[in-house]
Structure formats: structure tokens, C-alpha cells
């Protein structure tokens, strides 16, 4: 009898196979490759991304990156996630910290944004995941239904749709985009 045993990959891994056109994330130490989501995704990341950018670089609040940065969230094995959108204050990580590699400090909002082959089930519980690890505020985007769900800790997820408006709570005060801006070109 022969058994084979796993070898779990590091971020230092996943980082050298990004450099070889291997896209993909780090959950204990196994990779999850992943694929390029479309058009209208990254129409949305563009969007909401652009929305946020305006507000959060005028008034000097933290670092906003999207998809391909990545976040090291657990070592040994290691997880790295990677957000479509990520916002980290300056409160968690100063302005003008160069960061090679992955991120090690959590965002405080990150935006997910389902895939048509992504279950609601498969990304609440990506949101869950994020909070327990710390982030405040999370937004999954359904490009399908044009809704938003809110994810935050030990709140009920709120369903956002027709002509509601994000909200940057606490995380972002004062922070409001019309979801018609997210999602129309």
C-alpha cells in the first residue's frame, strides 16, 4: 500500500507561482486556483472601486487595493485571501507603507464580488470568514440580482438593492454610493 501525503504550499509559494501565471489563493496551505471573473466584474470593481478611491485618497484615511494584492491571514499552514476590493485604515497600517508581497495586516472593508458560479451560501460564508479574522465591514456584490449583502460582526447580514445606497458606517463615515453607481456602466 502506498499513500502520498499533501505538501501544503506557504505565501512564499503562492507568490513564486503567481510569478509563473498561477492564479490562485492559499486556504491552509492548499491552492485554490483562481480565474478571471469577466467583464462585468471588473466594470464593478472599477465602479465601486473608483468610488471609494475619491473619497478615501481626499480625506487621506488608509490604503484601498483590489484583487491580486492579496492578505495573509494564517500561518503555518498558511491562508492568503484575495479580496476584490480591500480598504485598511491608517489606523491599522500608516500611508506610504510599501508592502512587498502579501498584506499582513487585515483590511478593515473588504468588497467580494460573486461569480455567476458562486453560491450565496459559498460567499456568506467568504464574508464570514473575513470577519473573523478581524475586518469590520464587508460587502458581497451580487452582479446578478443588483443587490449588496452587508456582513458585519454579530449583526444580521442586511440585503441592500433597487435604490439604496452603500453606507461606510463606522468603518467609513460619511461614505454613501447609490448602488445604481456600482453597477451601471
Given at each position: 500500500?502506498?499513500?502520498t501525503e499533501?505538501?501544503?504550499l506557504?505565501a512564499a509559494?503562492?507568490?513564486r507561482?503567481d510569478g509563473?501565471?498561477v492564479?490562485?489563493?492559499?486556504?491552509?496551505?492548499?491552492?485554490?486556483?483562481?480565474?478571471?471573473?469577466?467583464?462585468r466584474?471588473?466594470m464593478?470593481?472599477?465602479?465601486l472601486g473608483?468610488?471609494l478611491?475619491?473619497?478615501?485618497?481626499q480625506r487621506?484615511?488608509?490604503?484601498?487595493v483590489?484583487?491580486?494584492?492579496?492578505v495573509?491571514?494564517e500561518?503555518d499552514p498558511d491562508t492568503?485571501?484575495?479580496p476584490?476590493?480591500?480598504?485598511t485604515?491608517?489606523e491599522?497600517?500608516?500611508?506610504g507603507?510599501?508592502?512587498?508581497g502579501?498584506?499582513e495586516?487585515?483590511?478593515d472593508?473588504v468588497?467580494?464580488?460573486?461569480?455567476?458560479?458562486?453560491?450565496?451560501?459559498?460567499?456568506?460564508?467568504?464574508?464570514?470568514?473575513?470577519?473573523s479574522h478581524?475586518?469590520q465591514?464587508?460587502?458581497v456584490v451580487?452582479p446578478?440580482?443588483r443587490?449588496?449583502?452587508?456582513h458585519r460582526?454579530?449583526?444580521a447580514v442586511?440585503?441592500l438593492?433597487?435604490?439604496?445606497a452603500?453606507?461606510g458606517?463606522?468603518?467609513?463615515?460619511?461614505?454613501s454610493?447609490?448602488?445604481s453607481?456600482v453597477?451601471?456602466a
Amino acid at each position: 500500500m502506498t499513500t502520498t501525503e499533501t505538501r501544503l504550499l506557504t505565501a512564499a509559494d503562492l507568490l513564486r507561482l503567481d510569478g509563473e501565471g498561477v492564479r490562485g489563493e492559499l486556504i491552509r496551505g492548499v491552492l485554490c486556483e483562481t480565474m478571471a471573473s469577466g467583464q462585468r466584474h471588473g466594470m464593478i470593481v472599477m465602479n465601486l472601486g473608483g468610488e471609494l478611491r475619491a473619497f478615501v485618497k481626499q480625506r487621506r484615511l488608509g490604503t484601498l487595493v483590489a484583487s491580486d494584492s492579496g492578505v495573509w491571514l494564517e500561518r503555518d499552514p498558511d491562508t492568503v485571501r484575495e479580496p476584490d476590493i480591500a480598504f485598511t485604515s491608517t489606523e491599522r497600517m500608516p500611508l506610504g507603507e510599501a508592502v512587498d508581497g502579501y498584506a499582513e495586516v487585515v483590511p478593515d472593508l473588504v468588497v467580494e464580488i460573486a461569480s455567476p458560479s458562486d453560491s450565496r451560501r459559498e460567499v456568506h460564508d467568504k464574508a464570514r470568514m473575513w470577519l473573523s479574522h478581524g475586518v469590520q465591514l464587508v460587502w458581497v456584490v451580487h452582479p446578478e440580482t443588483r443587490t449588496v449583502d452587508v456582513h458585519r460582526p454579530d449583526e444580521a447580514v442586511a440585503t441592500l438593492g433597487g435604490e439604496d445606497a452603500l453606507d461606510g458606517l463606522d468603518v467609513l463615515p460619511g461614505f454613501s454610493c447609490a448602488l445604481s453607481a456600482v453597477f451601471d456602466a
